[in-house]
């Protein structure tokens, strides 16, 4: 079964910092782009951070350019989103997605066709 799990999401103060991980089951990640997402209450999901195949290129929305850093493993089929410096802002489900076709990093939710469940980050002021 091809799936993506994400976990690390809580509750934290402004400031604080989390770690996230993607895990896969059931594909290798090792020859995909990986993309990172967030949805808030009330908005609509839009990308944070993607990475490319190679581990050569990330991309950061302008909302988390210098607090968040992307990573992946390929020894542990999964991939990270360190979330340092949060902010209330930052607050909504996050998930993390792929698709079987894709080796470049896009910011666009349109381009993937596997996600996963999502994890809760909730930061407080």
């Known amino acids: 079964q091809v799936q993506l799990v994400e976990s690390g999401g809580g509750f934290v103060p402004a400031g604080g910092s989390l770690r996230l991980s993607c895990t896969a089951s059931?594909?290798?990640?090792?020859?995909?782009?990986i993309g990172w997402f967030r949805q808030a209450p009330g908005n609509e999901r839009e990308g944070v951070s993607c990475i490319n195949t190679a581990d050569t290129y990330k991309y950061y929305s302008e909302s988390v350019k210098g607090r968040f850093t992307i990573s992946r493993s390929n020894a542990n089929n999964a991939a990270y989103l360190q979330m340092d410096n949060l902010k209330p802002e930052d607050t909504g489900v996050y998930y993390c997605a792929t698709d079987l076709y894709l080796q470049s990093c896009n910011p666009s939710n349109f381009a993937y066709g596997t996600w996963g469940r999502g994890t809760l980050v909730n930061v407080s002021s």
């Open positions: 059931g594909f290798t990640l090792n020859n995909l782009a």
